[in-house]
């Protein structure tokens, strides 16, 4: 089993940044993938960024290019999401993610952390 817990969440105002961080425990995650997805009311579910856990190959969603960056740590288990130049449409419930086989537009990873909130305001 593995177990997925986000955090670093919050409100920021528009312009600011957040870390959220991604701690993965339970089975070995050498060879996983983690995502980070994001779901804002009333829209779909969408794929923010994705990283193979060797750091190897990264995807990001062409609209956050340039203001967000994914990155791991193995030491710590841990992969995190930097987002700088927030804006008010970030605003969305962010989840991590892991999978087996990597993680691009239309995959739903087996793994599913309980999500945190960020919220951009104005």
């Known amino acids: 089993q593995v177990q997925l817990v986000e955090s670093g969440g919050g409100l920021v105002q528009a312009g600011g940044s957040l870390r959220l961080s991604c701690a993965a425990s339970?089975?070995?995650?050498?060879?996983?993938?983690m995502g980070w997805f994001r779901q804002a009311p009333g829209k779909e579910r969408e794929l923010v960024a994705a990283?193979?856990?060797?750091?190897?190959?990264?995807y990001y969603s062409d609209s956050l290019k340039g203001r967000f960056t994914v990155s791991r740590d193995k030491a710590k288990n841990t992969v995190y999401l930097q987002m700088n130049s927030l804006k008010p449409e970030d605003t969305a419930v962010y989840y991590c993610?892991?999978?087996?086989?990597?993680?691009?537009?239309?995959?739903?990873?087996?793994?599913w952390g309980q999500g945190t909130q960020v919220t951009v305001s104005s």
């Open positions: 993610a892991a999978d087996p086989y990597p993680i691009t537009i239309g995959t739903t990873p087996d793994y």
């Open positions: 990283i193979r856990w060797s750091g190897a190959s990264t």
């Open positions: 339970g089975r070995t995650f050498r060879s996983y993938a």
